[in-house]
Nanobody, 124 residues
Framework: HVQLVESGGGPVQAGGSLRPSCGAS????????VGWLRRAPGKEREGVAV???????RYADSVKGRFTISRDNAKNTLYLQMNSLKPEDTAMYYC???????????????????WGQGTQVTVS
């Protein structure tokens, strides 16, 4: 298993940027498929972006071109660079991990076995 702790959320104005990060511990982190998911008020959890152990990435259509996911395996840290933020990006953002990524898509939230506690992003 992987233990995950998010930080770096907060309030931001529309059009602004944030870069939440997720610190991980656990021997499998370097090999794991890790990603960012979010839950907006009144909505189901949804995948935002994932990155495989070799750096391949997938993004939800709603964030393509605005968000960038990256990982630093030496530091066991996952990042999400969020630019051009919109009010509809307001949500609790979670990092999550599973053993492998699914080629060409973001796995459904239920397929991630390890989760952080979340960091709130509020865009106004």
């Amino acid at each position: 298993h992987v233990q995950l702790v998010e930080s770096g959320g907060g309030p931001v104005q529309a059009g602004g940027s944030l870069r939440p990060s997720c610190g991980a511990s656990g021997s499998i982190y370097g090999a794991a498929c890790v990603g960012w998911l979010r839950r907006a008020p009144g909505k189901e959890r949804e995948g935002v972006a994932v990155i495989g152990s070799l750096g391949s990435t997938r993004y939800a259509d709603s964030v393509k071109g605005r968000f960038t996911i990256s990982r630093d395996n030496a530091k066991n840290t996952l990042y999400l660079q969020m630019n051009s933020l919109k009010p509809e990006d307001t949500a609790m953002y979670y990092c999550a991990a599973r053993s492998t990524c699914i080629l060409g898509s973001i796995p459904p939230p239920a397929d991630f076995g390890d989760w952080g506690q979340g960091t709130q992003v509020t865009v106004s």
